[in-house]
C-alpha cells in the first residue's frame, strides 16, 4: 500500500487529500518555525531534568501519607527550574485545572481582599469558583470580593480603567493567558508582561496570577519569566504531554506555593504530604514529550485554519497570525458544519473510533452540544478533541493532537465528513 492508498483504507477521498497535502506544502515555513520553538523547549526541559539529577529512583510509587517522596519533590524542583520559579506544587491531587485555580486563588485570598480579572470574564468554571455565578463555597462566600475590566472593544488592555480598579484591598490579580473559548484574542507572554509591570507599577505588592491552560511551550518563554508570581496549569493539557492521566500545577513565587499548599492539603501539613501512587513516571515523561506534543498540536490548528480558510470559512485566528495558545476556532454558520465537523475529528481517533458524536443537553449551557473525544485520557484537550455549541454563528472549538500526522488525519476527516455531506464548495 503507498500512502495515498493507506488513507484510501481509512475513508479519506484522493480529492481531500490532494487539497490538504497542497496546503501543507505550503506550510512548510511555518512548521519550521514552531519546530525551533520545540527545540529551545525540549532543551530546556532535559536542562532542567539534567540539573535537578532525575533518576530512576524518582519513579517509585509512594503510598498513604506520601512523606519523602523524592520523586514529587524532585518533580517539583524541575517544574520551577523549568519555568524559572521558586517553588512549584505538581501533584495527582491537583485535580484539574479548575482545581488547581481555586488551590491557588483560595489559598492566597483572605476575606476581605479583593480578586481583579483584567482582561475581562475569565473560564466558565471559574464563574463558580469566584463567585460570579452564585455557588456553593465559592471565594464570595468567604468574603473576597471580585472586580473585572473588560477588554477595549480592539481586544487590548484597558489600562485607565486597570488604573483605577487597584484598590486597597485588591490582593490578586487573575491573567488568562489563553482565550478559552471566548471572542477575543490570546495574550502573547510579552503582552502579559507589560500588563503585569503595570500592575505592578501600580501596587507592588499585589499577586499577580496567570492561568496559564493552553499556554504552556507554545513560546520560549513562559509569564513566570516576566513578572507573573504564580503560573498555574492543568496535565491533561500541554505540560502534561499526553502522558500525565491527571493533575494540575502551581509554580510560582516560595511564599505563594506554601499558602496554595496548605489548602491543598491542610494548615500545618502542606507540601509535605500527598502520595504520587506511582504516577510520577508519566509526569516526567509526559513532561518530557511535551514540547513536540505542543508543537503538533500547533500544527494541526495551523493546518485547519488554512484548510478552512481556504474553502471560505471564518477561522479564528486567522491563517496567517502568530499563535499564543493551541486553540482553533473555526465558524461553519450551520449546525449540519459543526457536527460533521466533529464527527470526522471523532472518526479519526485511535480510541472510539467507532463511535458517532451527536449534540446533547448538557448542564450549564444554553444550547446543545457536540463533543468529539477519542482520548487515552478523558477530557483530556492535549489529545486531538473538538465541541461546539449548536447555536449560531456555529463555531467549533478545537485543539490538540498528540501526533501531528493524527492532527492532519482529524482535519482531514472532518473535511470528508463535510464533503460528504455537500456542505463544501470547492
Ligand atoms: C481548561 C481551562 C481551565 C480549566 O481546566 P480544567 O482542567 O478543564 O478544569 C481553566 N482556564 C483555561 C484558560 C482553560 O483552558
Known sequence: MNTNEIYQSLGISSKVLDFCEEVEESLKPRFEQIDHTAEYNQMKVIKAMQDN???????????????????????????????HTEAALVRPNLISGTHALHVALSGNLRPGDELLSP????????????????????????????????????????????????????KLVTIQRSK??????????????????FIKSKKPDVICM????????VETIEPSD???????????????GGLAPIGGYIAGKKACIERASYRLSAPGLGREVGASLGLNTAFYQGLFLAPTVVASALKGAIFAANVYEKLGFSVVPDSREERFDIIQAITFGNPEGV?????????????????????????????????????????SSIELSADGPI?????????????WHHAKLGIMMSLQKMDDKKLLFW
Not at 496567570?210 to 511551550?217: I, K, S, T
Open 119 to 170: 482582561v475581562g470574564k475569565p473560564y466558565d468554571t471559574l464563574e463558580e469558583v469566584i463567585g460570579i455565578r452564585e455557588s456553593s463555597g465559592s471565594l464570595k462566600e468567604y468574603g473576597v470580593s471580585y472586580r473585572q475590566v473588560d477588554l477595549l472593544s480592539d481586544g487590548t488592555f484597558d489600562y485607565e480603567a486597570i488604573g483605577t480598579a487597584i484598590k486597597e484591598k485588591t
Open 391 to 403: 447555536k449560531p454563528p456555529y463555531t467549533v472549538y478545537f485543539q490538540g493532537g498528540l501526533t
Open 226 to 240: 516576566v513578572g507573573a508570581d504564580m503560573i498555574v496549569g492543568s496535565l491533561i493539557k500541554n505540560p502534561g
Open 339 to 379: 457536527i460533521a465537523f466533529c464527527q470526522g475529528i471523532q472518526a479519526a481517533a485511535p480510541v472510539d473510533s467507532f463511535v458517532t458524536p451527536e449534540p446533547l443537553d448538557m448542564p450549564g449551557y444554553d444550547a446543545p452540544v457536540i463533543m468529539a473525544a477519542g482520548a487515552f485520557v478523558q477530557g
Open 210 to 217: 496567570v492561568d496559564n491552560c493552553y499556554g504552556e511551550f
Open 53 to 83: 539529577r532525575v533518576s530512576d529512583v524518582h519513579f517509585a510509587a509512594t503510598t498513604g501519607y506520601g512523606y519523602n517522596d523524592l520523586g514529587r519533590d524532585t518533580l517539583e524542583q524541575v517544574y520551577a527550574h523549568l519555568f
Open 180 to 197: 478559552g473559548y471566548d471572542p477575543r484574542p490570546t495574550f502573547s507572554v510579552e503582552q502579559i508582561g507589560k500588563l503585569i509591570s
